[in-house]
């Protein structure tokens, strides 16, 4: 099966940079997502890494070592409205097809 | 309309009611999900439809009975539900089954009393 180990929570300072970090385990790894959800809302995609290194995305870039078995997303410049729960999810290339997701890490940032 | 929505946003019902709720994607896409998610615990992958065949079931209580007449639309009928079954049920989507990228739509945020 697949597991997926975040942090619960983080909080960090407005204009500061954070990485919240995803390790995980699969048989078979296809990809690994981060989605974002603010309290009351639906999950948003923000990013995906099917290969080893970091993709930017404005703000926000993901880092994927397959070898690790380990990936983070980084966010830089936070604002107050990046308050909200990471999540990263995880693909496997055997068995389930589907996303696994993790527990989520919530984010707060202060002023 | 726009992206995946869901219907009704709120829902309280008895155990002994019957109800379903509603998901439409307006994106073109070939696979759909059903998850649950409660206060503290991840997102649960309930249903898995891909080009309206079921290609996935997560071990899920029968009183949970999916439906997917079409690629666009994709129903969950509830019956004899339980109190533990208080949760917002999440509907996705994607282009295809096998994409690392979805689209949620807002939920339906359940209560069974």
């Known amino acids: 099966g697949q597991s997926l180990e975040q942090p619960s929570e983080v909080t960090a300072v407005e204009g500061a940079i954070v990485q919240i970090n995803c390790t995980y385990q699969?048989?078979?790894?296809?990809?690994l997502s981060w989605y974002q959800q603010h309290d009351g809302g639906a999950p948003t995609f923000l990013s995906y890494?099917?290969?080893?290194g970091l993709e930017e995305t404005g703000r926000f870039s993901s880092f994927l070592s397959r070898s690790d078995s380990y990936g983070y997303l980084l966010l830089q410049e936070l604002q107050m409205k990046d308050s909200a729960s990471y999540f990263c999810?995880?693909?496997?290339?055997?068995?389930?097809?589907?996303?696994?997701f993790g527990s989520g890490t919530r984010l707060q940032v202060q002023p | 309309e726009t992206g995946v929505t869901q219907t009704p946003r709120h829902l309280v019902m008895g155990m002994t009611n019957k109800k379903s709720l509603k998901c439409e994607q307006h994106?073109?896409?070939?696979?759909m999900y059903w998850y649950k998610q409660s206060a503290k615990k991840p997102l649960e992958l309930m249903f898995v439809?891909?080009?309206?065949?079921?290609?996935e079931n997560n071990s899920v209580p029968s009183r949970f009975s999916p439906e997917c007449p079409n690629s666009s639309h994709l129903f969950l009928h509830l019956h004899t539900l339980q109190p533990e079954d208080s949760a917002l049920y999440l509907c996705?989507?994607?282009?295809?089954?096998?994409?690392?990228?979805?689209?949620f739509g807002p939920g339906t945020r359940l209560t069974v009393t």
């Open positions: 996705a989507s994607s282009q295809v089954l096998e994409r690392g990228e979805q689209y």
């Open positions: 890494n099917g290969l080893d």
């Open positions: 439809y891909s080009l309206e065949e079921r290609v």
């Open positions: 699969t048989s078979g790894f296809y990809g």
């Open positions: 994106l073109g896409h070939n696979a």
């Open positions: 999810a995880v693909r496997s290339s055997t068995g389930r097809r589907a996303l696994t």
